[in-house]
DNA sequence: TGCAGACTGGGGGATCTGCCCCATGGTGCC
DNA sequence: GGCACCATGGGGCAGATCCCCCAGTCTGCA
């Protein structure tokens, strides 16, 4: 079971985060007898996906909230370039919609930044070793909470328009489509979200974590 | 010099951030000599303010995110009850209204999550002995950034009502005044951060951190 | 082959917004 | 006292919204 160390990425976008995980990967005993080799770190989403093209390691710790690229995207590249890499998700964010993501995208580990870290140390082993952990935190919210409406692609972009300040008739053009259409997709998500104005449709998306909020701080 | 070795109190909502920081400051010779000693950690507001006027700490490493109580109001919290303690805090988020603000408070260091952490470590002795330091990151957006325009109470509060979700009509029935002077209210937060429209004003309080996000999440 | 669903587009109308006009009090400052 | 500023409230109006109605095309699926 031992021939070798395994080896890790670890993409974060606060140092900090990046130092505090490399310091627990690499000490003997905590989660590996001999520690985990830490090959490269990255700040954002596009560094992390070319590390793990060049390293191919065991293990990536990916952070879901980074400049460029964020958790999902990142997730379905790795595997695109690095099929037997274990890909472990930490965030600090418990929107449904963004859980339900990773889940269904295949995630090989989810666990909370905000619980104790014994439980990702405890659980890490054996994620290496093939087995597949949702942190119970995460799991919960999957069972309790509603799935969030699925909207379409044309709605994804209209909502993000709309969460950027754009009004119908910028969308309009923006798209090259008319306004009538942009109101028809803006009418349909607000259905779906069940809001009756911009604004709710705004504070929903934000709460719901519909949309990245990363991008505008 | 070295009569004593220093304390510290770690807040931050994040478990592994702690631990990350409870690593760089335990370890002697990356920030003191002998290390400083770590005295206990919060994961809210509340419970860090509860700390510090428990152990009068030298030195409080602080999150601006946190819940229960954000950045600012847990400095001047601990202030009042420790006035000795060095407050050292440490964020994610550059807005412009967040930064000043502390700055103003009277934060005695400022740096960033996403850099480097060398200046971090560089810059904390001679915090402990009575030095003040704001990351070059920061000064550069305080001098760059023209200040934000300063609301009147009337206009935070309805800033925060439309960033919520609410109507016209349904702030001036919260408020128990009358539609028209909502909307007053309203057209001069618009004025005054130059926009023309509710989707955009919420899109530019989310960016320059005229409200506090954190509680929406 | 049909059928559901996404995307497209238009008509119309009630309501709300965005922004101009106006006026009345209160407060703090020189 | 005058002046600036805030908060209050009203009239009015062009334009945008919210939400009905309608219909065409295209794609994927049973």
Known sequence: ????????????DHAIV?????????????????????????GDGLSAIAEVRKHRPDLLLLDVSMPMAGGV????????????TRVVVLTG???VGLVSDLVEAGVDGLFSKASDNSEFYRKLPGILRGQRHISEH???ILEETPRPPVLTDRERQ??????????NKEIAEGFGISIKTVDKHRTS???????????????????????????EL
Not at 1 to 7: D, L
Request: net charge positive.
């Open 189 to 215: 998500l607000m259905q779906k979200l069940k809001v009756h104005s911009v604004p709710q449709l705004i504070a929903r998306a934000l709460k719901e974590g519909l949309i990245d909020p990363s991008k």
């Open 73 to 84: 995207e990142v997730l379905v590249e790795a595997r695109r370039w690095s099929k037997e």
């Open 158 to 167: 209209t909502l993000n328009m709309i969460l950027s300040g754009r009004s």
């Open 93 to 95: 964010i418990s929107a």
């Open 18 to 42: 990046r130092a505090g995980l490399k310091d627990a990967l690499e000490k003997p005993g905590l989660i590996e007898p001999d520690g985990i080799c830490v090959l490269a770190e990255a």
């Open 1 to 12: 079971m031992n021939e070798q160390r395994y080896n890790a990425i670890i993409a974060d």
């Open 138 to 140: 995460f799991q919960k």
